[in-house]
């Protein structure tokens, strides 16, 4: 069952990609107890491929997913966040803030990359680990 829908006439570009809002189908509860509506805005995806429909992960608000990026499980973008090319943030893992995630890093676990955090590369982000503030993660670093 699908839990969300791009919405084709709300869109921004990015790098010359169409990214749309997406718009949740069902009711569901996030891992932190926020319940989306059948109705609910969300942030903006360059394709359902982006965000899972499977389990409770959420796009929100401004936070943009594109490329071949990936968010699932229970994974939560939110604010002005950006996650693209081949990322994958999943788990219970959060990206907020203006936080960048990009390249071939993974956010995971119970992960958190916030602030103006960087995560890029091949790096690796998982467990109880916190990036925040100006850090850069990036290369083959493992946190």
């Known amino acids: 069952m699908k839990k969300f829908e791009l919405v084709t006439d709300m869109s921004i570009s990015v790098l010359g990609r169409k990214l749309?809002?997406?718009r949740a189908l069902v009711d569901f509860t996030t891992k932190w107890g926020e319940t989306i509506h059948a109705g609910d805005l969300g942030g903006y995806l360059e394709?359902?491929?982006?965000l899972s429909?499977?389990?409770?992960a959420w796009v929100y608000g401004n936070a943009r997913v594109y490329g071949n990026?990936?968010?699932?499980?229970?994974?939560?973008v939110y604010g002005d966040a950006?996650?693209?090319?081949?990322a994958m943030v999943y788990g219970n893992a959060m990206v907020y803030g203006d936080a960048w995630v990009?390249?071939?890093?993974?956010?995971?676990?119970?992960?958190?990359?916030y602030g103006d955090a960087r995560v890029y590369?091949?790096?690796r982000v998982y467990g109880?680990?916190?990036v925040y503030g100006n850090a850069m993660v990036y290369g083959n670093a493992w946190v």
């Open 20 to 22: 749309f809002k997406i």
């Open 102 to 113: 990009y390249g071939n890093a993974w956010v995971y676990g119970n992960a958190r990359v």
């Open 82 to 86: 950006r996650v693209y090319g081949n």
């Open 128 to 130: 109880n680990a916190r």
């Open 121 to 123: 590369g091949d790096a």
């Open 69 to 76: 990026a990936r968010v699932y499980g229970n994974a939560g």
């Open 53 to 56: 429909h499977d389990g409770d």
């Open 47 to 50: 394709k359902e491929e982006n």
